[in-house]
């Protein structure tokens, strides 16, 4: 089984840019800017956009605390020491 959402980047082509993966139906892309990822978004469907407008809205919020949960683990991991 798949995780709910995957972290993904593409840093030779698209150094700036940061995606998080939704692997769930209805599966989806965010694509953002690494530095601004909460306003600067576009979203990328695989599956059929939902036609309810709050479905979408908390599709993305759910990204975005996967996204920041994400990076605060792993600055807790580097704070360990576990980079080295």
């Known amino acids: 089984m798949l995780p709910k959402f995957l972290l993904a ?3 030779l082509e698209m150094p700036d840019m940061i995606y998080v993966v939704h692997n769930e139906n209805p599966r ?5 800017d690494i530095e601004d990822f909460w306003t600067n978004q576009e979203i990328h ?3 059929e956009a939902p036609a309810d407008e709050e479905v979408i809205n908390q599709l993305l919020e759910e ?3 996967f ?3 994400e990076l ?3 600055d807790e991991y580097f704070e360990d020491g576990e980079d080295e």
């Open 63 to 65: 990204a975005e605390d």
């Open 28 to 32: 989806f892309i965010v694509e953002s």
């Open 72 to 74: 605060e683990n792993q």
């Open 45 to 47: 469907w695989i599956d």
């Open 67 to 69: 996204l920041e949960s």
């Open 9 to 11: 980047d593409n840093s």
